[in-house]
């Protein structure tokens, strides 16, 4: 787990080492451990590291093959590299190292394109072919891992994350106007290959690009997740695909403990973050360090769900740390955590992850977490009301858009104005072949798309902020095959991931998985009461703020009644426009 950056020329000049060590220095907390930088010619290559899978200095990067003539740069963690060295070995590679970056590069030689569905795990990674004159960047099949870009006429340039990009200089200032528009009604999701920032794109999940120094670019997706079982599927019964969940699910977890430090879980309590710990627990692991955080509570909304997250540490005898925040943290902690985004988010989840994070890192460098469950499993409260609509996308767009398109046009000022791009955007995606079903048409919306540019995205940028590796089994490209064959009607019944909570009820206690669903809750933030209210009030009404986005009136509005502006997710109206001034001004924009 790292931070990458680079540059290649199109201009017939050499890189600009001097940006790419800009960009990569502003990634030090992503690879507290180590740094590297290599130049030559029309490519320079930037590297943070964070030891994990391998601590000696022969794994360190870039990573640079004069026999293979390659060199590359590599974030994230391949969890069955030692399968694919043996694989390589007998093809007649040979290796000086004992990690997964110098199994990719060598991979890359062998196999080419073709390297990317063999592999298990999250990356993005850049390699230079030095004989071709090439640059072929990748990104994982779930975008766990980002990759964002920044593309002249005289060069591109990438790093694993926006604001260091910005670093290098050469990228305006402006805010995109279509993905303005999916910030303020696709809940803040803005799909790829757009990001907030008009000239900066992030590479999508499960593409690669080939690049020459001529900015000749060929682009392909190598993964999609088709919806629906197999032919030899086509009978399974209930048990079948609950005992299939589990087996994938002790799979995923147990490849994913393959690390040369001490691995953590992040235990909310939930269904998800609990069924890790008892598979873990299962697997032999002992002396299991798990993580919890609550907050104070707000407008009657309890702030912890503690009582769930001690049953779980208390069942499986865990080395559990409980840590509580005050609202005056919150609001000290919230400016370094917009900080460290790499764009607007507007879920509470992100302070409470950054927090909890600053806390796991005290003790571990790697941690288990739950994301994606409910994305492939149908969690959320939206997914029956789809599936029973004779309009699958009116339901949808109805249960979780943030606002409808007149709203939208009353909350900006003109020349921010656009077409309904959200809509749109959502109502193509349905009508894409490979998901027949209502309910599976919104799943594969949320699995590839929502999750990827709002949990996970928040999960990476919230540990890596302290140097924290969190890996997401139920990402594991295996589960979420098997949860796309999967019928909805296994899915939906008792609120939702109903086949993986019967799964679960053979690992942990029924009172977990019986209980209300819950969420990270911050509730200081969705009320906006007393100084949290008074803080969000300057944000959007101080003129030191005021960059011409927000109309005045709709802003006078929705402080009229600040507790009552909700979205139908239940988040804060006023709390999303803070939300993009506070990280506009916290990246110096």
């Known amino acids: 787990m790292c931070g990458i950056a680079g540059e290649l020329r199109f201009d017939?000049?050499?890189?600009?080492?001097?940006?790419?060590?800009?960009?990569?220095?502003?990634?030090?907390?992503?690879?507290?451990?180590?740094?590297?930088?290599?130049?030559?010619?029309p490519v320079a290559f930037g590297h943070r590291r964070l030891k994990i899978m391998d601590l000696a200095e022969a794994s360190g990067q870039p990573m640079i093959d004069n026999d293979l003539g390659l060199s590359?740069?590599?974030?994230?963690?391949?969890?069955?590299?030692?399968?694919?060295?043996?694989?390589?070995?007998?093809?007649?590679?040979?290796?000086?190292?004992?990690?997964?970056?110098?199994?990719?590069?060598?991979?890359?030689?062998?196999?080419?394109?073709?390297?990317?569905?063999?592999?298990?795990?999250?990356?993005?990674?850049?390699?230079?072919?030095?004989?071709?004159?090439?640059?072929?960047?990748?990104r994982d099949r779930l975008g766990v891992k980002p990759l964002y870009l920044s593309k002249t006429k005289d060069r591109l340039r990438f790093a694993s994350s926006l604001p260091a990009l910005m670093k290098g200089g050469d990228i305006g200032k402006t805010l995109d106007p279509i993905a303005l528009n999916h910030y303020l009604n696709f809940h803040a999701v803005v799909p790829a290959p757009r990001t907030i920032l008009a000239g900066v794109e992030k590479l999508p999940p499960a593409t690669w690009m080939r690049i020459d120094t001529n900015g000749k670019v060929e682009q392909k997706v190598w993964w999609t997740l088709n919806f629906g079982p197999n032919a030899d599927e086509a009978n399974f019964t209930f048990e079948d695909w609950r005992d299939a969940t589990l087996d994938s699910?002790?799979?995923?977890?147990?490849?994913?403990?393959?690390?040369?430090?001490?691995?953590?879980?992040?235990?909310?309590?939930?269904?998800?973050?609990?069924?890790?710990?008892?598979?873990?627990?299962?697997?032999?692991?002992?002396?299991?360090?798990?993580?919890?955080?609550?907050?104070?509570?707000?407008?009657?909304?309890?702030?912890?769900?503690?009582?769930?997250?001690?049953?779980?540490?208390?069942?499986?005898?865990?080395?559990?740390?409980?840590?509580?925040?005050?609202?005056?943290?919150?609001?000290?902690?919230?400016?370094?955590a917009f900080r460290a985004m790499s764009e607007p988010m507007v879920s509470h989840d992100c302070i409470a992850f950054y927090l909890l994070s600053r806390e796991v890192a005290k003790h571990c460098k790697v941690v288990q977490s739950g994301q994606g469950a409910d994305e492939l499993f149908a969690g959320y409260h939206w997914y029956p009301l789809v599936d029973g609509a004779d309009d699958a996308y009116s339901a949808y767009r109805k249960a979780f858009f943030d606002r409808e398109h007149d709203e939208y046009a009353a909350c900006v000022q003109p020349a921010w104005l656009t077409d309904?791009?959200?809509?749109?955007?959502?109502?193509?995606?349905?009508?894409?072949?490979?998901?027949?079903?209502?309910?599976?048409?919104?799943?594969?919306?949320?699995?590839?798309?929502?999750?990827?540019?709002?949990?996970?995205?928040?999960?990476?940028?919230?540990?890596?902020?302290?140097?924290l590796e969190a890996r997401t089994p139920f990402l594991d490209y295996r589960v979420a095959e098997l949860s796309a064959r999967i019928p909805g009607q296994f899915k939906l019944p008792e609120g939702g991931k109903y086949v993986l909570k019967e799964a679960a009820r053979k690992v942990i206690p029924s009172e977990v998985i019986d209980r209300k669903k819950g969420?990270?809750?911050?509730?200081?933030?969705?009320?906006?009461?007393?100084?949290?209210?008074?803080?969000?009030?300057?944000?959007?009404?101080?003129?030191?703020?005021?960059?011409?986005?927000?109309?005045?009136?709709?802003?006078?509005?929705?402080?009229?009644?600040?507790?009552?502006?909700?979205?139908?997710l239940r988040g804060s109206k006023l709390w999303q426009m803070a939300a993009l001034n506070l990280w506009l001004s916290e990246q110096g924009l």
């Open 420 to 467: 309904d791009v959200s809509g749109e955007f959502v109502r193509q995606h349905f009508a894409q072949p490979g998901a027949t079903a209502a309910v599976d048409k919104a799943l594969r919306l949320d699995s590839t798309v929502m999750l990827v540019d709002d949990p996970v995205k928040r999960v990476d940028n919230m540990t890596m902020a302290w140097g």
């Open 72 to 138: 590359m740069v590599f974030n994230g963690a391949i969890y069955n590299y030692p399968e694919l060295r043996t694989e390589l070995e007998r093809l007649g590679y040979r290796f000086f190292s004992g990690g997964d970056t110098e199994v990719l590069l060598k991979g890359y030689h062998a196999w080419g394109a073709d390297l990317l569905p063999k592999l298990n795990g999250m990356f993005a990674f850049a390699i230079w072919e030095r004989d071709s004159g090439q640059l072929f960047i990748a």
């Open 12 to 41: 017939n000049q050499p890189a600009d080492l001097a940006a790419v060590e800009r960009i990569t220095h502003h990634l030090a907390p992503r690879g507290p451990d180590a740094h590297g930088f290599h130049s030559r010619g």
């Open 249 to 336: 699910m002790r799979e995923a977890v147990e490849i994913r403990q393959r690390a040369a430090v001490d691995v953590g879980v992040l235990l909310s309590g939930g269904v998800d973050s609990s069924m890790l710990v008892g598979l873990l627990r299962e697997a032999g692991v002992e002396n299991l360090l798990t993580f919890s955080i609550g907050f104070q509570d707000a407008g009657g909304e309890r702030g912890d769900e503690f009582q769930y997250s001690d049953l779980i540490a208390k069942r499986f005898e865990t080395q559990h740390h409980q840590l509580r925040i005050g609202e005056n943290e919150i609001l000290d902690q919230l400016p370094a």
């Open 519 to 568: 969420y990270f809750p911050v509730p200081g933030l969705k009320h906006l009461e007393g100084a949290t209210l008074g803080w969000v009030r300057d944000l959007l009404v101080d003129p030191a703020h005021d960059r011409g986005i927000f109309n005045p009136q709709m802003l006078d509005r929705l402080l009229t009644d600040p507790q009552g502006q909700l979205t139908p």
